[in-house]
């Protein structure tokens, strides 16, 4: 009976310690300071969308008279309409061609290029001089670039059209494509690339059967990355656009009062609501491999 006694208090003794617990570890505290600090940036953050938000849904009579983060009471989408009907989808469509026109090209080009570097093992004296030239592209910044770029533009008779913007941002996206795209090739096992070429396969069947699909995160975070850089590009559009019909959205946003006795502060938000949800829309679709593609080399 002591026995039997003894025994079954060992087993409630046993099953009384919290499962999980090792011995000779210390449980994990929470990290209160981080998590303040979190929710401190997410308000620093989502605050400032809310007001615009919900500014935007009220009349500019309104906008002076209520608090400014309060909701109105009676909300109006009479400031998108306005918007809409000041050629807000003509300045939407020339940045949607020139973001498409833009990352469609560089992309693929920057692919081919770092496949092609990495694939030569820095045997090509061209190769390995074409990613030299890729690298000191990183250190040129836009703005010092303006005035070469806005000669070339005039003397090639593209000044003021959608083709002077796509050109130069495909140059300037190339250089961190092919950078961010090596390094991922460079991760792909090259018993992989042995075995297709054993099994008869070109190149460029390697390139689009193995490689492409090996480094599809890559690709997508540098395409996001790229477009949202040519999305919301200012100074470009600045200097070789003059059209109003060639505006891209930024530019519009500039030029955009909302009223022709004042800036109508509420419709100016609906333009940049609008302006906001093709941002929103692609980093939703885009957001796992996004987020895969930029962690990738922190598990290595």
């Not at 009479?78 to 050629?87: H, K």
């Not at 090596?182 to 991760?187: K, M, V, Y």
Request: net charge positive; proline share 8%.
């Amino acid at each position: 009976m002591t026995a039997t006694h003894t025994s079954t208090g060992a087993g409630d003794t046993a099953a009384a310690k919290p499962r999980g617990h090792r011995p000779g570890t210390t449980p994990q505290r929470p990290n209160w300071v981080g998590g303040l600090v979190s929710w401190l940036w997410l308000a620093v953050v989502i605050v400032p969308i809310y007001w615009i938000v919900i500014t935007s849904l009220k009349t500019q009579g309104t906008y002076f008279l209520t608090n400014p983060l309060v909701p109105p009471s009676d909300p109006t989408l009479e400031n998108y309409r306005l918007v809409i009907e000041l050629d807000f989808p003509l300045y939407f469509l020339n940045s949607l061609i020139v973001a498409v026109g833009t990352v469609v090209p560089a992309v693929t080009f920057s692919f081919m290029a770092a496949y092609a570097i990495v694939r030569s093992g820095g045997a090509g004296r061209f190769l390995r001089g074409v990613n030299s030239l890729f690298l000191m592209g990183l250190a040129i910044p836009l703005q010092a670039t303006v005035i070469p770029v806005y000669l070339m533009i005039i003397k090639l008779h593209l000044y003021d059209s959608l083709t002077a913007l796509i050109l130069p941002s495909i140059a300037f996206a190339i250089p961190l494509s092919v950078l961010v795209l090596g390094n991922f090739i460079r991760d792909v096992p090259k018993e992989l690339f042995e075995s297709m070429r054993l099994d008869g396969a070109t190149e460029w069947t390697t390139l689009w059967r193995l490689a492409f699909p090996l480094t599809r995160p890559a690709v997508v975070t540098v395409s996001i990355y790229n477009a949202l850089t040519v999305w919301n590009g200012f100074l470009l559009p600045l200097i070789l656009t003059q059209s109003p019909d060639k505006r891209t959205l930024p530019l519009a946003l500039a030029a955009f009062q909302g009223g022709p006795y004042g800036v109508n502060v509420p419709a100016v938000l609906a333009a940049v609501v609008l302006t906001m949800l093709p941002i929103l829309i692609l980093y939703t679709v885009g957001r796992r491999r996004l987020l895969s593609g930029l962690t990738a080399g922190f598990g290595k």
